[in-house]
């Protein structure tokens, strides 16, 4: 079973759109969604609308947390506690049930899905070091753990005592072995921050045994119009135009 996963959307209607029409034309069975639908960008409502209609699994992300007020945004930048304010403030009442309803990790099929990580779900943890990565999966039984939150797409394998990061570069499958573990992060839809201003998804092939990063263009200026009309902060318009 191929499975497509979108992450850290973040009220990016635009790039769902291209995101949801590729996956569309990859034969993809099903689509599981790892949080942050909101927060940043100018059309949330929409985009958990288009989540709650696409997606089999989803769970739920820390900007999502912080636009219903279930954590507090001290420790965000002033961008996005300026971005988790407005949208706290848009949020109409379908999306905050949506949002409210949903699991900080599950598993599916033998993949364990969570936004942040395994071990500390509620603490947002970023897993972007070797060593939390080795904490990260001894936290979780399963062969296969798919995250999103730091924006930045890798696969962490494991074997035995030994771990690497795989190049994980936009249409060119990363094999899974039987024998090792991994960690994926699927990248970002709506904000991605690995200067590639692209946005991105991830597909795992259970049966080929083999995950691919997809990376596609689309309309960023309209995004950023939409921003800049919304009230939201300007930076927040320009970081899409330069991948960070």
């Not at 943890?125 to 979780?140: D, M, N």
Request: charged content about 25%; aromatic content about 8%; hydrophobic content about 40%.
């Amino acid at each position: 079973m191929r499975t497509a996963f979108i992450s850290d959307i973040h009220a990016n209607l635009d790039a769902l759109e291209t995101v949801l029409a590729d996956i569309g034309r990859q034969e993809t069975d099903r689509i599981v969604c790892l949080g942050d639908i909101v927060g940043y960008g100018p059309e949330p409502n929409p985009c958990v609308a288009r989540v709650r209609e696409v997606s089999k699994v989803t769970v739920v992300g820390n900007h999502d947390y912080a636009a219903l007020g279930r954590i507090d945004t001290l420790g965000f930048n002033e961008y996005a506690r300026a971005a988790a304010e407005w949208t706290a403030s848009a949020l109409d009442k379908d999306s905050i049930e949506f949002l409210g309803s949903l699991p900080l990790k599950t598993v599916l099929d033998g993949m364990h899905l969570v936004h942040a990580s395994p071990l500390d779900p509620e603490r947002w943890t970023y897993i972007l070091s070797y060593q939390e990565a080795k904490r990260q999966l001894a936290a979780f039984p399963e062969q296969i753990c798919f995250v999103g939150h730091s924006h930045l797409p890798i696969v962490v394998e494991e074997e035995g005592d030994e771990i690497r990061a795989l190049p994980f570069s936009s249409d060119i499958p990363v094999r899974i072995h039987k024998d090792r573990r991994y960690l994926v992060n699927v990248g970002s839809v709506g904000q991605p921050r690995d200067r590639d201003p692209r946005c991105g998804y991830a597909w795992y092939d259970d049966e080929a045994r083999a995950v691919m990063l997809r990376r596609l263009e689309y309309p960023i200026a309209n995004v950023q119009k939409k921003i800049i009309d919304a009230g939201l902060p300007p930076f927040l318009a320009q970081r899409l135009a330069d991948g960070v």
